[in-house]
């Protein structure tokens, strides 16, 4: 290490100095990151259910009837399904 290697005690404190400054500046870097890391998902776009849960990890579109309602659970990942199909026929059996 330069600091080891380095006799005059001039130019060992010039080193510990910049060894102290170069420290801090990695932990300002680091406490940026971790701000940036957490990010605060919107309550709405969070998994409401099973069938959502299921959508997401498997990534295809889930569909669940409720009474004679149907729901769509379609992830983001198959929105290129739906941009190169114009229709989506859905049939009520």
Same mark, same amino acid.
Not at 4 to 29: V, Y
Not at 33 to 43: N, P, Q
Not at 44 to 71: C, I, M, N, W, Y
């Given at each position: ?40 998902? +919107? ?8 069938? +959502? ?9 889930? $569909? ?16 290129? $399904? ?12």
């Amino acid at each position: 290490m330069k600091l080891d290697q380095t006799e005059d005690p001039g130019d060992q404190e010039d080193l510990r100095d910049e060894i102290a400054d170069l420290q801090n500046e990695i932990k300002e870097i680091e406490e940026r990151i971790r701000d940036l890391k957490t990010v605060k998902a +919107d309550e709405r776009e969070q998994p409401q259910d099973q069938h +959502d849960r299921e959508a997401l990890d498997t990534g295809k579109p889930s $569909f669940v009837f409720e009474g004679e309602t149907l729901r769509m659970i379609i992830p983001e990942s198959c929105t290129d $399904f739906l941009e190169k199909n114009e229709t989506i026929r859905i049939t009520a059996l």
